[in-house]
T-cell receptor, first 113, second 120 residues
């Protein structure tokens, strides 16, 4: 089936540093979503992208929908300790309005104070 | 915003018993619900997709007789793990997608808070 390759798998950074992670696929997606998951909780939506080339910000977070529709990145600026968690990209294929999501493998983010 | 309530958050059961997990959309109509399984520090693995009033569609390799899914109403879906065994221990998460308002605006995907199942 379709796969999303997410990298890096993990990041250890100092508070205040910027973070960048990305997802690529061999398939074209109609929608890209970025989620954050904390231990023992379900994923929480951070940013949703619906158009190729779209660049969207949510506070310190910025994400872009690649022009080829096969990739997306998420940037976090000026990281803080509460940014710790697992970040997942997810893509929805076209053709079905209520289609299922394909998830990346996740990026584990650790922020040292 | 959209809220999906999932219960219980944690459950411990004996091997051979069945466990039911509920997923409710609190403020929107969930026309489609998705059930995922997640292992520690791993990604979400889709188990099945259910549409209200119809049978669930299971992903390849997921036993439909073991993981019973019911989506009887637009606000409730349940996952029952039948005859649970230790290898069924995992984190199970539901996700709902639906519409809201008179214009049936797409509400996107909202996840429940997950259920930690431990089978002993």
């Amino acid at each position: 089936g379709q796969q999303l390759n997410q990298s890096p798998q993990s990041m250890f950074i100092q508070e205040g540093e910027d973070v960048s992670m990305n997802c690529t696929s061999s398939s074209i997606f109609n929608t890209w979503l970025w989620y954050k998951q904390e231990p023992g909780e379900g994923p929480v939506l951070l940013i949703a992208l619906y158009k190729a080339g779209e660049l969207t910000s949510n506070g310190r977070l910025t994400a872009q929908f690649g022009i080829t529709r096969k990739d997306s990145f998420l940037n976090i600026s000026a990281s803080i300790p509460s940014d710790v968690g697992i970040y997942f990209c997810a893509g929805q294929l076209g053709g079905t309005s209520y289609g299922k999501l394909t998830f990346g493998q996740g990026t584990i983010l650790t922020v040292h104070p | 915003g959209a809220v999906v309530s999932q219960h219980p958050s944690r459950v411990i059961c004996k091997s051979g018993t069945s466990v039911k997990i509920e997923c409710r959309s609190l403020d929107f109509q969930a026309t489609t619900m998705f059930w995922y399984r997640q292992f520690p520090k791993k990604s979400l693995m889709l188990m099945a997709t259910s549409n209200e009033g119809s049978k669930a569609t299971y992903e390849q390799g997921v036993e439909k007789d073991k993981f019973l899914i019911n989506h009887a109403s637009l606000t409730l879906s349940t996952l029952t793990v039948t005859s649970a065994h230790p290898e069924d221990s995992s984190f199970y998460i539901c996700s709902a997608r639906g519409v809201v308002g008179p214009q049936r605006e797409d509400y996107g995907y909202t996840f429940g808070s997950g259920t930690r199942l431990t089978v002993v």
